[in-house]
């Protein structure tokens, strides 16, 4: 009889704590939707603190494909924080082959079929996501993460010295870190950026000599940055 009665027991209450989490996490959802317009709004009503800038950049190719890239970017997007900037951006890069490559009647069937140059311009379309550390009123650190895609001006390939890059979309990476200078004391906003960076551009779509036809451009450089 006890038995019984202690199982009721623990069945209600076991009943009762169910119904209790099903109740807290309706709540729970319901806040979390009724917060959606509060989050939204400032963006839609653009009172987030909008955020740009301008970067030139000189990258030194490295690896077995190495590609001199100068380039010019700009991004827009707003200051969540004084720590945390994301936006998005677009640049103009100069890629220049600087090592020897075969002439274009090089015998291998298929990947001459196409007209290829040393020098090419590039496109990159990218996210940006930047970390500043310290006080922005002062000098302080910073650590930004550009990655997207790139895609090759005009119809010719990027003839390098193991194989060509096409006009696909190329994967796009370019991190770099360095020091926030303001330049304005009445606006610390307005500052300049100097870093080093490191530049990543690959994909599968590309013609390699080898079978494999993943063709990889990694560079290392300094960047400098006007932001407002």
């Not at 310290?134 to 550009?146: A, E, P, R, W």
Request: net charge neutral; proline share 4%; glycine share 10%.
């Amino acid at each position: 009889m006890i038995t019984r009665l202690v199982k009721k027991i623990l069945m209600a209450a076991t009943c009762a704590v169910a119904v209790a989490g099903a109740q807290s996490a309706h709540a729970q959802y319901y806040e979390m939707v009724n917060q959606v317009p509060a989050l939204l709004s400032p963006a839609l009503s653009g009172s987030f603190n909008y955020k740009g800038y301008v970067e030139a950049s000189g990258i030194a190719g490295i690896g077995n494909n190495r590609v001199n890239i100068i380039g010019l970017s700009t991004s827009q997007g707003f200051q969540y924080s004084s720590w945390f900037f994301m936006g998005a951006g677009i640049g103009i890069d100069v890629a220049m082959n600087n090592t020897d490559v075969p002439s274009p009647d090089y015998d291998r069937p298929g990947y001459w079929e196409h007209s290829s140059s040393t020098t090419k311009i590039m496109v990159p379309v990218f996210s940006d996501f930047r970390f500043n550390f310290g006080d922005t009123g002062s000098m302080s650190f910073f650590i930004d993460i550009k990655a997207g895609a790139m895609w090759l001006m005009g119809n010719s390939y990027l003839r390098l010295q193991h194989g060509c890059m096409t006009g696909d979309a190329q994967f796009y990476l370019k991190p770099s870190l360095g020091v926030r200078i303001p330049v304005n004391s009445r606006n610390p906003r307005q500052a300049v950026n100097i870093g080093l960076a490191y530049q990543l551009i690959t994909s599968d779509n590309n013609y390699s000599y080898w079978n494999n036809n993943t063709l990889t451009l990694n560079g290392l450089g300094v960047s400098i940055a006007y932001e407002w």
